[in-house]
């Protein structure tokens, strides 16, 4: 294989984070990975870079404001509260608020950003990061041991340079956020390879195809229990070949999750160590520049093996490597077969069994044999920096000492704040079940989310019914026919005109801009909330 100039993107504090004790993600994995890539002594045939850690106005690019202002607070003493006790952000238990964890977001989208760049620039032809492919999370939440979804902020990068991306997905779950965030989009197609039925995240059938502009440009490929090696192979190859051929992907990103591996703590397939490496192999066969990122996978030492054996592959060394495990700081991990190797077991491929895999390899095929040609998009060059920041003379912004006055900036938060709360708490979704009171004062909602862990629906509720959100709602009203505004006339008693009742605006600032009915509804709660950031 011809030799590639391959980037090796490694935080060493990444490995230094916990989920909490119990808890299936292990960021250690991380670490581990890299010990035994040092191990084999391949980072002296990659570049090592320590990722710049991704900033919230970075992270911003896709996320709301409100929910990165969120992971930059939380913390496991104040989640309760920040969370509005598990209804928002954080909901299930999942994704808990562990000590740390924007640094470690940070770190993870820092990574594939600077992956991203690394390919744009062209200094690279092949990007790692494998603490990054956290594909579950989405907009304004996380989900699925997933806070930030790095591929996405990463693909968004790639786009500044790229006319089309073709991301793909071999961890065992669908990725959901990424196909969410470009489900209408032509410059950017989704293909994911995953197991469906009565498994996390329950999204991903062949019927989801994209919308709009999209259409057809998000492929899902989904697979029952035990897929082994070569039925892997025989839907994986022609799908993606066929992508190939018609999509024309100026850059290719593979989320490389290992939970999709035989004997997996959370994983359903029977896939082993060089059937999973095979992608990676079939990718770099194409010679498109390349970004590979970790994802799920929940019996370490098998990932720590497996994203290892596809650096090598990445490299072109799988062949030279031995597979006996070198000497390295965590080798009684690997007992006890001191190989790098991931076997088959013996489950049944219920793929092959009833038949089903020749008819989703032949929906995928048809679906893509639909796209008439490559879609191209009008690009132009994309300053990377600011002349001033390229020599040297700009000093970063602090927040503090900036030229914008403080209380300016504390209004416009407070405006977007309040504008905004509105649209994410009463919104409606597609997962979202709102049932309203007869006056439609009040709404209860409830939301229905999936456990990675446990398969089971939950069901998030407030577990009350809450008045609805009237921000800056006044008793004032329009007058069309003399073209002012037209106030209720309430009277209230004045002690400065000797007893006599007035009633228009003086009311209405007496009351402090609420009318009659809400005072006797009890609004004031709603009110004060909505005012306070």
Same mark, same amino acid.
């Given at each position: 294989?011809?030799?590639?100039?391959?980037?090796?993107?490694?935080?060493?504090?990444?490995?230094?984070?916990?989920?909490?004790?119990?808890?299936?993600? $292990?960021?250690?994995?991380?670490?581990?990975?890299?010990?035994?890539?040092?191990?084999?002594?391949?980072?002296?045939?990659?570049?090592?870079?320590?990722?710049?850690?991704?900033? !919230?106005?970075?992270?911003?690019?896709?996320?709301?404001?409100?929910?990165?202002? &969120?992971?930059?607070?939380?913390?496991?003493?104040?989640?309760?509260?920040?969370?509005?006790?598990?209804?928002?952000?954080?909901?299930?238990?999942?994704?808990?608020?562990?000590?740390?964890?924007?640094?470690?977001?940070? *770190?993870?989208?820092?990574?594939?950003?600077?992956?991203?760049?690394?390919?744009? =620039?062209?200094?690279?032809?092949?990007?790692?990061?494998?603490?990054?492919?956290?594909?579950?999370?989405?907009?304004?939440?996380?989900?699925?041991?997933?806070?930030?979804?790095?591929?996405?902020?990463? *693909?968004?990068?790639?786009?500044?340079?790229?006319?089309?991306?073709?991301?793909?997905?071999?961890?065992?779950?669908?990725?959901?956020?990424?196909?969410?965030?470009?489900?209408?989009?032509?410059?950017?197609?989704?293909? =994911?390879?995953?197991?469906?039925?009565?498994?996390?995240?329950?999204?991903?059938?062949?019927?989801? $195809?994209?919308?709009? $502009?999209?259409?057809?440009?998000?492929?899902?490929?989904?697979?029952?229990?035990?897929?082994?090696?070569?039925?892997?192979?025989?839907?994986?190859?022609?799908?993606?070949?066929?992508?190939?051929?018609?999509?024309? !992907?100026?850059?290719?990103?593979?989320?490389?999750?290992?939970?999709?591996?035989?004997?997996?703590?959370?994983?359903?397939?029977? *896939? #082993?160590?060089?059937?999973?490496?095979?992608?990676?192999?079939?990718?770099?066969?194409?010679?498109?520049?390349?970004?590979?990122?970790?994802?799920?996978?929940?019996?370490?030492?098998?990932?720590?093996? #497996?994203?290892?054996?596809?650096?090598?592959?990445?490299?072109?060394?799988?062949?030279?490597?031995?597979?006996?495990?070198?000497?390295?700081?965590?080798?009684?991990?690997?007992? !006890?077969?001191?190989?790098?190797?991931?076997?088959?077991?013996?489950?049944?491929?219920?793929?092959? $069994?009833?038949?089903?895999?020749?008819?989703?390899?032949?929906?995928?095929?048809?679906?893509?044999?639909?796209?008439?040609?490559?879609?191209?998009?009008?690009?132009?060059?994309?300053? /990377?920096?600011?002349?001033?920041?390229?020599?040297?003379?700009?000093?970063?912004?602090?927040?503090?000492?900036?030229?914008?006055?403080?209380?300016?900036?504390?209004?416009?938060?407070?405006?977007?704040?309040?504008?905004?709360?509105?649209?994410?708490?009463?919104? =409606?979704?597609?997962?979202?079940?709102? /049932?309203?009171?007869?006056?439609?004062?009040?709404?209860?909602?409830?939301?229905? /989310?999936?456990?990675?862990?446990?398969?089971?629906?939950?069901?998030?509720?407030?577990?009350?019914?809450?008045?609805?959100?009237? &921000?800056?709602?006044?008793?004032?009203?329009?007058?069309?026919?003399?073209?002012?505004?037209?106030?209720?006339?309430?009277?209230?008693?004045?002690?400065?005109?000797?007893?006599?009742?007035?009633?228009?605006?003086?009311?209405?600032?007496?009351?402090?801009?609420?009318?009659?009915?809400?005072?006797?509804?009890?609004?004031?709660?709603?009110?004060?909330?909505?005012?306070?950031?």
């Amino acid at each position: 294989m011809s030799k590639r100039r391959v980037t090796y993107y490694y935080d060493g504090d990444t490995g230094s984070f916990s989920y909490g004790f119990g808890h299936p993600m $292990k960021p250690h994995r991380m670490r581990i990975t890299h010990d035994l890539v040092a191990a084999y002594g391949m980072l002296d045939k990659v570049q090592v870079l320590r990722p710049k850690r991704a900033t !919230p106005e970075s992270m911003t690019t896709f996320h709301t404001d409100e929910y990165i202002n &969120f992971l930059h607070r939380v913390t496991p003493e104040t989640a309760e509260e920040l969370t509005y006790h598990g209804t928002r952000f954080l909901m299930g238990e999942d994704n808990p608020a562990f000590e740390g964890v924007f640094e470690f977001c940070s *770190i993870s989208a820092g990574g594939s950003i600077a992956a991203a760049q690394r390919i744009a =620039s062209g200094a690279a032809d092949i990007a790692i990061n494998w603490a990054g492919g956290l594909h579950h999370a989405k907009k304004r939440e996380a989900s699925g041991f997933c806070y930030i979804n790095d591929i996405v902020l990463g *693909i968004l990068e790639l786009l500044r340079s790229y006319p089309r991306v073709l991301y793909i997905d071999i961890d065992c779950h669908h990725g959901d956020g990424v196909e969410e965030a470009f489900y209408t989009t032509d410059r950017v197609m989704t293909c =994911s390879f995953h197991k469906f039925g009565e498994y996390f995240p329950g999204t991903g059938t062949q019927e989801d $195809k994209g919308m709009g $502009k999209g259409k057809y440009y998000a492929v899902n490929v989904p697979l029952k229990d035990g897929i082994t090696d070569e039925s892997f192979r025989t839907v994986f190859e022609p799908v993606v070949s066929k992508i190939m051929d018609v999509y024309r !992907p100026s850059a290719v990103v593979l989320q490389c999750g290992a939970d999709s591996l035989a004997g997996d703590k959370l994983g359903c397939f029977n *896939i #082993t160590m060089n059937g999973h490496a095979h992608c990676v192999q079939f990718l770099r066969s194409f010679n498109v520049p390349l970004i590979l990122l970790g994802g799920g996978g929940y019996t370490v030492k098998n990932v720590a093996r #497996t994203w290892t054996y596809e650096t090598a592959c990445a490299l072109g060394i799988e062949k030279d490597i031995d597979l006996n495990l070198p000497w390295n700081e965590y080798f009684e991990w690997f007992s !006890p077969r001191f190989r790098l190797e991931v076997p088959a077991n013996n489950m049944d491929d219920l793929n092959v $069994k009833d038949g089903s895999l020749d008819k989703v390899k032949f929906n995928a095929l048809h679906q893509l044999a639909q796209l008439p040609c490559a879609p191209s998009v009008a690009m132009h060059d994309v300053p /990377r920096e600011t002349l001033g920041k390229h020599l040297g003379l700009e000093v970063e912004d602090d927040r503090e000492d900036s030229g914008m006055d403080g209380l300016d900036r504390r209004l416009a938060q407070h405006a977007r704040y309040l504008y905004k709360l509105q649209e994410a708490t009463a919104g =409606s979704e597609e997962s979202d079940d709102e /049932r309203y009171d007869s006056d439609g004062s009040s709404y209860r909602r409830s939301r229905k /989310r999936m456990s990675i862990m446990t398969n089971r629906y939950i069901d998030v509720d407030t577990g009350k019914s809450v008045p609805r959100r009237r &921000f800056f709602k006044s008793a004032a009203k329009w007058d069309e026919t003399y073209g002012r505004v037209r106030v209720e006339q309430e009277s209230v008693l004045d002690p400065g005109m000797n007893g006599v009742r007035t009633g228009g605006l003086v009311a209405l600032m007496e009351a402090g801009g609420k009318s009659r009915l809400a005072r006797e509804t009890n609004n004031e709660e709603d009110w004060e909330d909505g005012a306070s950031v």
